[in-house]
């Protein structure tokens, strides 16, 4: 009963619709609930997601997708600039011209499979930073970065007559300003539809004939079936979506840098997907959430802030774990990232989601079966790859 | 079977109504609400927190590390520990070593990592969850700028630290962001009169310029002002950010024609194309009857170390320099020394000045308003920080004040004395206009 | 014509550089079948065992300096310069020709600690799971060094007296402005003897006919009876070694600092690929390709024509070769495809 439960995607939806709602709660505890991180870990989540639909389903390896991030980025800042400050034009502008961009790059790159896929990619993406950090500064406003200043045209805000003052206006949603919890919010909507958009796909004759393409393309081919169209599809998708969630940095944050399409940029969404667990649906929102509360939480932690944390502890053994927990936060807090990668990958293949999912064989019986089976969706993955 | 399926219908429940109860209580003091208090991040206890926003990984850690040294110093010596460093050297102060307005400083630190997206993500989450009152630190323009934006939307001050960019306070200036630091138009102003001293008006200017913001704008502050005196620029040639090996485009100075060669570049970038410069002899080049020279206009003690002997007699321009012999200056680099066993960067210095020039004028405002504080920066003059009579312009947000230009020391007399200083231009060399670089403050926000 | 002459010799000179690297690469995939990201980071460790080289040979005697009054500092005078005078300072100044010497039992030691310890439970696994494991190992190293040595670049120069130019120009009767730095020069050969020794002993030596044998057919020539796994270690700790030396070699002209393994594997990435998947030979035509493309784009007349390029032009020619040759250059079919 409770398997049948889950195979409805009604109520995984539900279920995770109360989850990313909650956050703010259930992140509290752990510090996490702030609404920048939070954001972040809704719009990076959405990246994620995205980027799941092609490497996760067909293992292509883009090695490029954070250029459609920023060209997302780039679109919806221009669309505040020129336009008006509504985020809906932008966002619909931001995920068209990512999508258009993911449609040139991925018909070119499609064309080779493998590590050539990816070092195509790669090259798209480098491209694309080089250039925005220098040439196309005029476009891109190079280092700085594009934002608002006070001269802006914005036109549609002009002809609805919504007041000029000197202090410049904030993004908003018919009114909502996009910052704080509201921001929060807005990302997590759509979240919720990406999120349920890749189930879809993943549950969909269309996302098991992506899966074959990664387990065997010679053999459908052979079957006389045309992978292209599949793939670049995918492509396309995952595509709109990083652009979608550059527009939405951009919305709760109107600026755009070049530094967003660089190639470890592009590296970290890989990052998020295999330690999570690429192939599966809530993976790489895992991933998101490890690598980014690292980045904001663990960088931050000083020797006072941790003397904190141990002020439970007797005041020799105080100091004691301070020192020995101290080379692996604060500006050490890479370190710490790069243990983590080899730890979870020596030991859990399949990421954190394998690990979840080998839990509940140790404990679980059959309603602990159950929810495996919804998170470790591709439960051939380890077969799947080479 | 059922069993399980009780459980999980009623932990679900259970849940669901744990985080009604939750959101209810629990979101609202998160929330970032103005109408609460007076202003963001209104300090209400016993301390008020100021975030320190530094790159601790990346190409600038150890700037950055070092600015957090004298940000520490700096939160120290406000709350009357230690010897209180240019506390007793700071005139007008109203500093009184008891923490700010009686509150004791606290601080948070953040990691900018040298990227617009993160530091702008560290500095929301301090002022988001730590509740910092100001944010201070960055070694980048890019970054610097990224960040006022941010403060000035949240209604917070910003204290720019390293940031040499005109864009600072030129044409990205914010009514809520103060730069201490000086820029690429005051380094073209000093540097040009000892250029003309040194190396002649009859001279040919070959720049390699970091293709990016901030090597433009030092590009075309030097071309301005060599130009002035009869200079001709032969070429001004951009580099990619971070290219490594320069050699491709320094083999073409070789033959070029050029006698100068300016190096627009920081950081890695200087002490890989300085390094490479010399290796092609350039140093030890005769062109047009004259020895062929070098000029670096941004100068950094920590990237002076990392040229090596390349350094030594090449000119260049820096905001301070820890072996000045004023009161304020002793004061900070025998704190500093003491605390950590070597003398201060430039980018210390500024940090540290900084953070007691904010104090200071949340003492003379009465308040953490920001809209007080702007009001109490704004055209303050002061003296005993190290650079003699300071002022921070109302107009633009930029201090004033003398700039030094300086050689790399041939008889270095210890490891931390690698440059030496060859003139301390006045500021009303340095001066310009505060509608010269466009731009606009906007308003108060709180 | 100088000029033209002048982007050769550098296009030759960075394409030694990614030649070197590259051919550490192709060595462990090609006989291992392993994407090592870590790679950039045994580069950068062989660039800092020079540094540490220089250190250990500066080792110090702390004196008050007298001339800092503000407060206590110390000068520091190197124990060899206190033992021997002239030439002791002269043991300093050659440091970096010693750590030649120095770094090819160390890396030839961690290269096999690598293989041994993580390498070798990985070679069943997707590359997927290779990449991030030897990135996180890359990380870990990386944030290492710089817990010891900081962040910022430390100079090792050259010896004294091959720290000026050669006037190449003089040598073969041309223009006396063609000058050209001796360490340059020496780093252009030092990696031709390099390249050239790591062919002759996989052509030459029994040992390399196995392992080339093992790159072609693994399954096969492990039924013969012959262990190829342990001449796979060694083969690891071989690539680490190129790796080492490269960077070793590479340090007089870049200060090395933490980082530098990493901006140069991105590169050095595209280069295998433009050169071939596991073909050795590709990886070396890759490399000096690449580089003297890259210098001539430098250029100040290509570069009115087309802005930018500079910054491009690598990735331009990868995308370019990989449409035109699917398998890069030399690259065989079936490598790294699915």
Request: charged share 15%; net charge neutral; hydrophobic share 45%.
């Given at each position: 009963m409770m398997k049948g439960l889950f195979k409805s995607n009604m109520a995984i939806m539900i279920v995770f619709t109360a989850v990313v709602l909650t956050a703010p709660i259930w992140l509290a505890p752990i510090g996490a609930s702030y609404p920048d991180l939070l954001q972040k870990f809704a719009i990076f989540g959405v990246f994620a997601i995205g980027f799941n639909i092609l490497f996760g389903l067909t293992g292509y390896l883009s090695f490029g997708h954070a250029a459609f991030l920023g060209i997302g980025s780039y679109t919806a800042v221009w669309s505040f600039k020129l336009l008006s400050m509504n985020v809906l034009p932008a966002i619909i502008f931001a995920v068209i011209v990512a999508g258009v961009f993911s449609l040139i790059i991925g018909f070119i790159s499609l064309r080779r499979s493998g590590i050539y896929f990816s070092i195509l990619t790669l090259a798209f993406a480098q491209m694309s930073y080089s250039l925005a950090y220098s040439v196309l500064t005029p476009i891109t406003n190079g280092e700085t970065g594009l934002q608002l200043t006070l001269k802006d045209p914005r036109v549609i805000d002009g002809m609805v007559g919504i007041p000029v003052t000197d202090s410049l206006p904030s993004t908003n949603f018919f009114g909502i300003a996009m910052s704080g919890y509201e921001g929060f919010y807005f990302c997590a909507v759509f979240l919720i539809i990406a999120f349920y958009v890749s189930l879809k796909i993943f549950r969909s004759p269309y996302g098991m004939k992506l899966r074959a393409i990664k387990s065997n393309q010679t053999r459908m081919k052979y079957t006389g079936f045309n992978t292209r169209p599949y793939l670049l599809s995918a492509f396309v998708i995952s595509g709109m979506f990083a652009g979608l969630a550059g527009s939405l940095m951009a919305v709760t944050d109107p600026l755009a840098g070049a530094e967003r399409m660089q190639w470890t940029a592009s590296g970290e969404v890989v990052l998020m997907t295999i330690l999570g667990g690429m192939g599966t649906l809530i993976g790489p929102l895992l991933g998101v959430g490890i690598i980014k509360y690292f980045e904001n939480i663990f960088s931050a932690l000083n020797d006072a802030a941790l003397h904190e944390i141990y002020n439970f502890l007797p005041l020799g053994l105080e100091n004691v774990m301070v020192a020995v927990s101290s080379p692996f936060v604060g500006d050490g807090w890479h370190l710490t990232l790069g243990a983590l990668f080899m730890i979870v990958v020596i030991f859990l293949p399949g990421g954190i989601m394998e690990g979840f999912s080998k839990l509940s064989r140790v404990f679980g019986k059959s309603g602990h079966e159950a929810t495996e089976d919804v998170v470790s969706e591709s439960s051939s993955k380890t077969e799947g790859e080479k | 079977m059922s069993d399980d399926n009780k459980f999980s219908t009623l932990s679900r429940r259970g849940f669901l109504k744990a985080s009604a109860a939750?959101?209810?209580?629990?979101?609202?003091?998160?929330?970032?609400?103005?109408?609460?208090?007076?202003?963001?991040?209104?300090?209400?206890?016993?301390?008020?927190?100021?975030?320190?926003?530094?790159?601790?990984?990346?190409?600038?850690?150890?700037?950055?590390?070092?600015?957090?040294?004298?940000?520490?110093?700096?939160?120290?010596?406000?709350?009357?520990?230690?010897?209180?460093?240019?506390?007793?050297?700071?005139?007008?102060?109203?500093?009184?070593?008891?923490?700010?307005?009686?509150?004791?400083?606290?601080?948070?630190?953040?990691?900018?990592?040298?990227?617009?997206?993160?530091?702008?993500?560290?500095?929301?989450?301090?002022?988001?969850?730590?509740?910092?009152?100001?944010?201070?630190?960055?070694?980048?323009?890019?970054?610097?700028?990224?960040?006022?934006?941010?403060?000035?939307?949240?209604?917070?001050?910003?204290?720019?630290?390293?940031?040499?960019?005109?864009?600072?306070?030129?044409?990205?200036?914010?009514?809520?962001?103060?730069?201490?630091?000086?820029?690429?138009?005051?380094?073209?102003?000093?540097?040009?009169?000892?250029?003309?001293?040194?190396?002649?008006?009859?001279?040919?200017?070959?720049?390699?310029?970091?293709?990016?913001?901030?090597?433009?704008?030092?590009?075309?502050?030097?071309?301005?002002?060599?130009?002035?005196?009869?200079?001709?620029?032969?070429?001004?040639?951009?580099?990619?950010?971070?290219?490594?090996?320069?050699?491709?485009?320094?083999?073409?100075?070789?033959?070029?024609?050029?006698?100068?060669?300016?190096?627009?570049?920081?950081?890695?970038?200087?002490?890989?194309?300085?390094?490479?410069?010399?290796?092609?002899?350039?140093?030890?080049?005769?062109?047009?009857?004259?020895?062929?020279?070098?000029?670096?206009?941004?100068?950094?003690?920590?990237?002076?170390?990392?040229?090596?002997?390349?350094?030594?007699?090449?000119?260049?321009?820096?905001?301070?320099?820890?072996?000045?012999?004023?009161?304020?200056?002793?004061?900070?680099?025998?704190?500093?020394?003491?605390?950590?066993?070597?003398?201060?960067?430039?980018?210390?210095?500024?940090?540290?000045?900084?953070?007691?020039?904010?104090?200071?004028?949340?003492?003379?405002?009465?308040?953490?308003?920001?809209?007080?504080?702007?009001?109490?920066?704004?055209?303050?003059?002061?003296?005993?920080?190290?650079?003699?009579?300071?002022?921070?312009?109302?107009?633009?947000?930029?201090?004033?004040?003398d700039v030094l230009v300086v050689r790399g020391n041939q008889n270095p007399t210890s490891q931390f004395d690698l440059l030496e200083v060859v003139e301390v231009t006045p500021r009303s060399k340095v001066e310009y206009s505060d509608t010269m670089l466009g731009g606009q403050l906007g308003s108060c926000n709180a | 014509m100088d000029e033209i002459l002048l982007q050769v010799l550098n296009g030759l000179d960075k394409g030694g550089a990614y030649a070197l690297i590259a051919l550490g690469l192709t060595l462990t995939f090609g006989t291992l079948g392993v994407v090592n990201f870590a790679h950039g980071a045994l580069f950068m460790l062989g660039a800092f065992c020079a540094v540490s080289v220089q250190q250990v040979l500066t080792i110090s005697e702390r004196v008050k300096d007298e001339s800092i009054t503000f407060f206590d500092a110390y000068k520091e005078v190197p124990y060899l310069e206190i033992w021997w005078g002239?030439?002791?300072?002269?043991?300093?100044?050659?440091?970096?020709?010693?750590?030649?010497?120095?770094?090819?039992?160390?890396?030839?030691?961690?290269?096999?600690?690598?293989?041994?310890?993580?390498?070798?439970?990985?070679?069943?696994?997707?590359?997927?799971?290779?990449?991030?494991?030897?990135?996180?190992?890359?990380?870990?190293?990386?944030?290492?060094?710089?817990?010891?040595?900081?962040?910022?670049?430390?100079?090792?120069?050259?010896?004294?007296?091959?720290?000026?130019?050669?006037?190449?120009?003089?040598?073969?009767?041309?223009?006396?402005?063609?000058?050209?730095?001796?360490?340059?020069?020496?780093?252009?050969?030092?990696?031709?003897v390099i390249i050239f020794g790591v062919f002759a002993f996989l052509r030459f030596t029994t040992?390399?006919?196995?392992?080339?044998?093992?790159?072609?057919?693994?399954?096969?020539?492990?039924?013969?009876?012959?262990?190829?796994?342990?001449?796979?270690?060694?083969?690891?700790?071989?690539?680490?070694?190129?790796?080492?030396?490269?960077?070793?070699?590479?340090?007089?002209?870049?200060?090395?600092?933490?980082?530098?393994?990493?901006?140069?594997?991105?590169?050095?990435?595209?280069?295998?690929?433009?050169?071939?998947?596991?073909?050795?030979?590709?990886?070396?035509?890759?490399?000096?390709?690449?580089g003297i493309l890259q210098s001539f784009a430098s250029m100040n007349e290509v570069k009115q024509i087309i802005p930018g390029i500079d910054q491009i032009i690598i990735y331009l020619v990868a995308v370019i070769v990989l449409l035109v040759r699917p398998r890069g250059l030399l690259g065989r079919e079936g490598v790294m495809e699915d």
């Amino acid at each position: 009963m409770m398997k049948g439960l889950f195979k409805s995607n009604m109520a995984i939806m539900i279920v995770f619709t109360a989850v990313v709602l909650t956050a703010p709660i259930w992140l509290a505890p752990i510090g996490a609930s702030y609404p920048d991180l939070l954001q972040k870990f809704a719009i990076f989540g959405v990246f994620a997601i995205g980027f799941n639909i092609l490497f996760g389903l067909t293992g292509y390896l883009s090695f490029g997708h954070a250029a459609f991030l920023g060209i997302g980025s780039y679109t919806a800042v221009w669309s505040f600039k020129l336009l008006s400050m509504n985020v809906l034009p932008a966002i619909i502008f931001a995920v068209i011209v990512a999508g258009v961009f993911s449609l040139i790059i991925g018909f070119i790159s499609l064309r080779r499979s493998g590590i050539y896929f990816s070092i195509l990619t790669l090259a798209f993406a480098q491209m694309s930073y080089s250039l925005a950090y220098s040439v196309l500064t005029p476009i891109t406003n190079g280092e700085t970065g594009l934002q608002l200043t006070l001269k802006d045209p914005r036109v549609i805000d002009g002809m609805v007559g919504i007041p000029v003052t000197d202090s410049l206006p904030s993004t908003n949603f018919f009114g909502i300003a996009m910052s704080g919890y509201e921001g929060f919010y807005f990302c997590a909507v759509f979240l919720i539809i990406a999120f349920y958009v890749s189930l879809k796909i993943f549950r969909s004759p269309y996302g098991m004939k992506l899966r074959a393409i990664k387990s065997n393309q010679t053999r459908m081919k052979y079957t006389g079936f045309n992978t292209r169209p599949y793939l670049l599809s995918a492509f396309v998708i995952s595509g709109m979506f990083a652009g979608l969630a550059g527009s939405l940095m951009a919305v709760t944050d109107p600026l755009a840098g070049a530094e967003r399409m660089q190639w470890t940029a592009s590296g970290e969404v890989v990052l998020m997907t295999i330690l999570g667990g690429m192939g599966t649906l809530i993976g790489p929102l895992l991933g998101v959430g490890i690598i980014k509360y690292f980045e904001n939480i663990f960088s931050a932690l000083n020797d006072a802030a941790l003397h904190e944390i141990y002020n439970f502890l007797p005041l020799g053994l105080e100091n004691v774990m301070v020192a020995v927990s101290s080379p692996f936060v604060g500006d050490g807090w890479h370190l710490t990232l790069g243990a983590l990668f080899m730890i979870v990958v020596i030991f859990l293949p399949g990421g954190i989601m394998e690990g979840f999912s080998k839990l509940s064989r140790v404990f679980g019986k059959s309603g602990h079966e159950a929810t495996e089976d919804v998170v470790s969706e591709s439960s051939s993955k380890t077969e799947g790859e080479k | 079977m059922s069993d399980d399926n009780k459980f999980s219908t009623l932990s679900r429940r259970g849940f669901l109504k744990a985080s009604a109860a939750g959101a209810a209580a629990g979101a609202a003091p998160m929330f970032f609400v103005k109408g609460a208090n007076a202003y963001v991040n209104e300090p209400k206890g016993g301390s008020v927190t100021l975030g320190f926003n530094v790159p601790q990984t990346g190409a600038y850690a150890d700037e950055g590390a070092d600015e957090l040294r004298a940000y520490k110093l700096a939160v120290k010596h406000l709350n009357g520990e230690g010897d209180g460093g240019m506390l007793n050297t700071m005139k007008p102060s109203s500093l009184k070593g008891n923490g700010v307005l009686g509150k004791k400083v606290a601080y948070v630190t953040g990691d900018t990592q040298t990227k617009s997206d993160a530091a702008r993500a560290s500095a929301k989450r301090m002022i988001e969850k730590d509740g910092a009152l100001m944010i201070t630190g960055g070694s980048s323009s890019g970054v610097a700028i990224a960040v006022q934006g941010l403060c000035q939307e949240a209604g917070v001050i910003f204290m720019a630290g390293l940031t040499h960019s005109n864009d600072t306070t030129g044409k990205d200036r914010r009514k809520h962001g103060f730069c201490h630091f000086f820029n690429t138009e005051m380094s073209g102003a000093a540097l040009a009169p000892i250029l003309e001293k040194e190396f002649g008006k009859d001279r040919t200017a070959y720049h390699l310029t970091a293709d990016y913001t901030w090597g433009w704008s030092q590009e075309g502050s030097i071309k301005k002002y060599t130009e002035a005196l009869g200079w001709k620029t032969k070429a001004a040639v951009r580099t990619p950010l971070g290219a490594g090996d320069f050699s491709q485009y320094i083999t073409p100075v070789l033959n070029s024609g050029a006698d100068v060669l300016v190096l627009n570049h920081y950081g890695k970038d200087m002490v890989n194309s300085l390094t490479q410069a010399v290796q092609f002899g350039l140093r030890d080049k005769q062109v047009n009857g004259k020895d062929f020279q070098i000029v670096v206009p941004l100068f950094s003690r920590l990237m002076a170390q990392g040229a090596g002997e390349n350094i030594k007699g090449i000119y260049g321009s820096t905001n301070w320099n820890w072996s000045l012999s004023d009161e304020g200056s002793k004061a900070f680099v025998k704190s500093f020394g003491a605390e950590y066993g070597f003398p201060p960067s430039q980018a210390a210095h500024t940090c540290y000045v900084q953070t007691l020039l904010y104090a200071n004028a949340c003492e003379l405002a009465g308040t953490f308003n920001p809209c007080g504080v702007i009001e109490a920066l704004e055209g303050f003059n002061f003296d005993g920080m190290g650079n003699g009579p300071t002022e921070y312009r109302a107009g633009d947000h930029q201090c004033f004040k003398d700039v030094l230009v300086v050689r790399g020391n041939q008889n270095p007399t210890s490891q931390f004395d690698l440059l030496e200083v060859v003139e301390v231009t006045p500021r009303s060399k340095v001066e310009y206009s505060d509608t010269m670089l466009g731009g606009q403050l906007g308003s108060c926000n709180a | 014509m100088d000029e033209i002459l002048l982007q050769v010799l550098n296009g030759l000179d960075k394409g030694g550089a990614y030649a070197l690297i590259a051919l550490g690469l192709t060595l462990t995939f090609g006989t291992l079948g392993v994407v090592n990201f870590a790679h950039g980071a045994l580069f950068m460790l062989g660039a800092f065992c020079a540094v540490s080289v220089q250190q250990v040979l500066t080792i110090s005697e702390r004196v008050k300096d007298e001339s800092i009054t503000f407060f206590d500092a110390y000068k520091e005078v190197p124990y060899l310069e206190i033992w021997w005078g002239d030439f002791g300072s002269m043991i300093i100044d050659y440091s970096v020709p010693i750590s030649i010497f120095v770094s090819i039992p160390i890396m030839l030691l961690i290269g096999v600690a690598i293989e041994r310890g993580l390498i070798k439970h990985f070679y069943k696994r997707t590359h997927a799971e290779q990449i991030l494991v030897t990135f996180g190992l890359a990380i870990v190293i990386q944030e290492i060094v710089k817990g010891f040595f900081g962040a910022n670049p430390i100079p090792t120069p050259a010896p004294d007296i091959v720290s000026g130019s050669a006037p190449v120009g003089m040598w073969l009767g041309l223009s006396e402005n063609l000058v050209y730095p001796y360490w340059r020069l020496i780093y252009l050969m030092f990696a031709g003897v390099i390249i050239f020794g790591v062919f002759a002993f996989l052509r030459f030596t029994t040992f390399g006919m196995v392992v080339r044998a093992g790159m072609a057919d693994r399954e096969t020539v492990g039924l013969l009876g012959i262990n190829v796994q342990r001449r796979f270690t060694i083969v690891f700790g071989l690539a680490a070694v190129v790796a080492g030396l490269a960077g070793v070699m590479y340090t007089p002209i870049l200060p090395p600092d933490y980082h530098i393994g990493m901006d140069f594997l991105v590169l050095s990435f595209v280069v295998v690929v433009v050169g071939g998947m596991g073909s050795l030979e590709g990886a070396v035509l890759a490399g000096f390709l690449l580089g003297i493309l890259q210098s001539f784009a430098s250029m100040n007349e290509v570069k009115q024509i087309i802005p930018g390029i500079d910054q491009i032009i690598i990735y331009l020619v990868a995308v370019i070769v990989l449409l035109v040759r699917p398998r890069g250059l030399l690259g065989r079919e079936g490598v790294m495809e699915d």
